[in-house]
């Protein structure tokens, strides 16, 4: 069973960091390609950023220059640092993994208070 599992979510001023995590089980994470997506109330799921198995990143437009994205393979965990956090970042923050088919973490919350 695939579980995917979030923190470092939490609430922070503007311009300030948080480094997100999700840790992997029950995939093959070092083949498989992970992302972030997020969903502000009202808005739909976009996609953040994600990383394929050869490290290649891509980015959306509201996290290039912000935002990076990186992989453990030997700890199956995946990170989002995310800095210069803006309050139109606040929303909540979903882990992805693709390999085949798509799983999907519960979620954390991050708030950027202006």
């Known amino acids: 069973q695939v579980q995917l599992v979030e923190s470092g979510g939490g609430l922070v001023q503007a311009g300030g960091s948080l480094r997100l995590s999700c840790a992997a089980s029950?995939?093959?994470?070092?083949?498989?390609?992970m992302g972030w997506y997020r969903q502000a109330p009202g808005k739909q799921r976009e996609l953040v950023a994600t990383?394929?198995?050869?490290?290649?990143?891509n980015y959306a437009d509201t996290a290039k220059g912000r935002f990076t994205i990186s992989r453990d393979n030997a700890k199956n965990t995946v990170y989002l640092q995310m800095n210069s956090l803006k309050p139109e970042d606040t929303a909540v923050y979903y882990c992805?993994?693709?390999?085949?088919?798509?799983?999907w973490g519960r979620g954390t919350q991050v708030t950027v208070s202006s």
């Open positions: 992805n993994a693709r390999l085949g088919g798509e799983n």
């Open positions: 029950g995939i093959i994470f070092s083949i498989s390609t």
């Open positions: 990383i394929t198995r050869g490290v290649g990143t």
